[in-house]
Antibody, heavy 115, light 107 residues
Framework: QVQLVQSGAEVKKPGASVKVSCKAS????????ISWVRQAPGQGLEWMGW????????NYAQKLQGRVTMTTDTSTSTAYMELRSLRSDDTAVYYC????????WGQGTLVTVSS | DIQMTQSPSSLSASVGDRVTITCRAS??????LAWFQQKPGKAPKSLIY???SLQSGVPSKFSGSGSGTDFTLTISSLQPEDFATYYC?????????FGQGTKVEIK
């Protein structure tokens, strides 16, 4: 069965970086892109960007340009999202989702940014 | 960027009610629209893709319609497990954008 399993919760200080992983199983990884979405406490869903697992092409939300990098490792069917220069308003649950039909989501990774 | 506006932002309904949520795009998005259900502390669950296609395993009480700029999600007979927040998302053009959400509460 299709699964997206994300890495565990992180606590980071302002200015640090975080890298969240999303390991896919149960399907051909390179056949679908991966979308990253975050949700700040009590807020709605915010699209962060997309990466093609086929060729690594990316598209990022303008507000995160320069701070976010999405990558994939096809040998392990894993997608990564790295966010740099963390601020307190980056505190959120971060999700990966299989793009296309958006039918499968990871369980979410809580990233807390606090001094 | 394409703005997605959902209405209402919240609603109270009773078990058995028919519920309709509207999503309006600031410009045409063809049928590149998805609907999600989210319960507290859980990841979003995909209900509908391509505006009206039901995801596998989603009960047929959920239906989606629309094209261009105006879309609806309908729950034909609200059940206790349907009380949640619902989001629309356009994926016609980057950046993909979500509506602000509609919280469906028990009356």
């Amino acid at each position: 069965q299709v699964q997206l399993v994300q890495s565990g919760a992180e606590v980071k200080k302002p200015g640090a970086s975080v890298k969240v992983s999303c390991k896919a199983s149960g399907y051909t990884f390179t056949s679908y892109g991966i979308s990253w979405v975050r949700q700040a406490p009590g807020q709605g869903l915010e699209w962060m960007g997309w990466i093609s697992a086929y060729n690594g092409n990316t598209n990022y939300a303008q507000k995160l340009q320069g701070r976010v990098t999405m990558t994939t490792d096809t040998s392990t069917s894993t997608a990564y999202m790295e966010l740099r220069s963390l601020r307190s308003d980056d505190t959120a649950v971060y999700y990966c989702a299989r793009a296309g039909r958006f039918d499968y989501w990871g369980q979410g990774t809580l990233v807390t940014v606090s001094s | 960027d394409i703005q997605m506006t959902q209405s209402p932002s919240s609603l109270s309904a009773s078990v058995g009610d028919r519920v309709t949520i509207t999503c309006r795009a600031s410009q045409g998005i063809s049928n590149y629209l998805a609907w999600f259900q989210q319960k507290p502390g859980k990841a979003p669950k995909s209900l509908i893709y391509a505006a009206s296609s039901l995801q596998s395993g989603v009960p047929s009480k959920f239906s989606g319609s629309g094209s261009g700029t105006d879309f609806t999600l309908t729950i034909s007979s609200l059940q206790p497990e349907d009380f949640a927040t619902y989001y629309c998302q356009q994926y016609n053009s980057y950046p993909w954008t979500f509506g602000q959400g509609t919280k469906v509460e028990i009356k």
